[in-house]
């Protein structure tokens, strides 16, 4: 924190003793001289919510596990410009309500750009898996993304990536546009059991023991490497890579890197629109013991558990694919996007595991398949001012069988709750993303793993319906300064 705070008071003088160009306006502070250019913006988000919960099994579950707050969502420092000449670009964005300490670095890279065709960055960046994810969290329409790029997203990953930009022909307004990014990341995996949720097993079904995992897919087998992890060994650092890729194709000229169609043309020939195509993969080592239920990857065919190698790395070994397609179209204020996710994850035992029959197993997680769909419209009633929004997203995770550490099968195990998020919303933009008020509602649908029969059976019987819904009414103020 210190450093950082010397770093921008270093900038600051230096760039006043160089009798620097200072200029505040909408887009935060700029210090520029020749050679040199830092741009400065803050962003602050203050939140009231309302948030209750419908359980349907058993006694009631969590029936009343409701709660009203006011909190700070987001509080982020932007860091932009070049040095020494343009083509030399930097880029350090700071978030002040992060977990923990309440601190952490997002995007911090160097990107050296000589052409549009090519630009070569090195550093933290957001791994580009979807435009839902790219786009910042100030410059959507409703408060939060939707919950199917909560459970997809690829996070943050450290690396290097190369990136560039074609302009194909002159369409009516702009010029169509080709987009490619290309990167390689450390694999980290978000957690290392790769659930995203949690619960115990009762006689009325799945309790939900953590909140933000299973509301919020916190976790999951996918990337996330936005923690400051050192060089030494560890089951989040295991020596694997990421490889990811996105390429966007604008026909009709480019689509903003918004949600929402603010600042549109009025010319009602004046259309826009793209589909972006992505995908991932990363593998990773995992335990095998810790999903959702708390049960088994390899189960009692391996007998008792053999004790982790000397090296520490687990023997099971996770092989993630992850793939998107998404859309947005753009007219007189209208908005509409489209986003469809697919992860693979199979499953395939190491080292002393390796030597046993695991395929024999049917009641064994071998892989698991995972889907997710969002849609969102929105529409600026008045133009550049006052929008209205609504939104679909759902996710489905696999079922699968599985067994207890004592060797009972599970049937319907998985690695997160089935969800599905209904709502909308107004916003409005007083000025612009500068300064907007945000009033939405949601209701997202969650059917938990199945746990065990009103009999306290865990197979071969009609299990509860485990349902766990929560509705959602927020009022958000931002500002950017």
Request: aromatic share 12%; hydrophobic share 40%; charged share 20%.
């Amino acid at each position: 924190m210190r450093f950082f705070l010397l770093l921008a008071l270093a900038i600051g003088s230096a760039a006043c003793l160089a009798q620097a160009d200072t200029a505040l306006g909408k887009g935060g502070l700029k210090l520029s001289t020749e050679g040199f250019e830092l741009r400065m913006r803050n962003a602050v988000q203050f939140r009231f919510t309302h948030h209750g919960i419908t359980a349907e099994s058993g006694g009631g579950g969590q029936n009343g596990a409701n709660f009203n707050n006011f909190r700070v969502t987001g509080a982020r420092t932007f860091l932009e410009g070049h040095f020494v000449s343009r083509e030399f670009q930097y880029n350090l964005w700071l978030s002040w309500e992060g977990a923990g300490n309440g601190f952490r670095i997002e995007d911090c890279y160097f990107r050296w750009a000589p052409l549009e065709l090519f630009n070569l960055t090195v550093g933290q960046e957001r791994v580009p898996a979807s435009w839902e994810y790219l786009v910042d969290h100030e410059h959507t329409g409703l408060p939060e993304r939707a919950i199917a790029d909560e459970a997809f997203s690829q996070g943050w990953g450290k690396g290097v990536a190369v990136s560039g930009r074609l302009e194909l022909w002159q369409a009516a307004f702009d010029a169509a546009l080709l987009t490619w990014h290309v990167g390689l990341y450390n694999g980290v995996i978000a957690s290392p059991d790769g659930a995203q949720g949690r619960g115990t097993i009762t006689s009325q079904g799945v309790t939900v023991t953590d909140q933000a995992k299973t509301e919020r897919f916190q976790g999951g087998f996918r990337n996330s490497d936005v923690a400051l992890n050192g060089d030494s060994f560890s089951q989040l650092v295991d020596g694997q890579m990421m490889v990811a890729a996105r390429v966007e194709f604008h026909p009709m000229g480019e689509v903003g890197r918004h949600m929402v169609d603010l600042g549109a043309l009025e010319d009602t020939a004046a259309w826009f629109f793209m589909v972006g195509l992505a995908a991932n993969w990363f593998s990773a080592r995992v335990e095998g013991t810790g999903t959702f239920l708390g049960n088994t990857y390899y189960g009692p065919r391996a007998g008792t558990a053999p004790p982790p190698p000397a090296s520490g790395r687990h023997r099971i070994d996770a092989s993630v694919v992850h793939l998107t397609a998404d859309g947005h179209f753009r007219w007189i204020g209208l908005s509409l996007n489209w986003a469809l996710h697919y992860r693979r994850i199979n499953f395939s035992p190491t080292g002393r595991l390796s030597s046993l029959n695991f395929a024999a197993d049917k009641a064994l997680v071998h892989g698991a398949e995972d889907v997710g769909l969002t849609v969102d419209v929105a529409y600026f009633i008045l133009r550049d001012e006052l929008m209205l929004g609504t939104r679909f997203s759902a996710v489905e995770f696999d079922d699968f069988k599985s067994r207890t550490a004592g060797g009972q099968q599970v049937d319907g195990d998985s690695f997160g709750a089935d969800s599905y998020e209904y709502g909308g919303g107004v916003t409005w933009f007083i000025r612009g993303d500068n300064l907007k008020l945000s009033a939405d509602f949601r209701v997202v649908a969650q059917q938990l793993p199945h746990g065990r029969s009103k009999s306290g059976a865990l197979s071969h019987t009609v299990r509860i319906s485990d349902w766990r819904n929560f509705h959602e009414a927020r009022l958000q103020l931002q500002w950017m300064f």
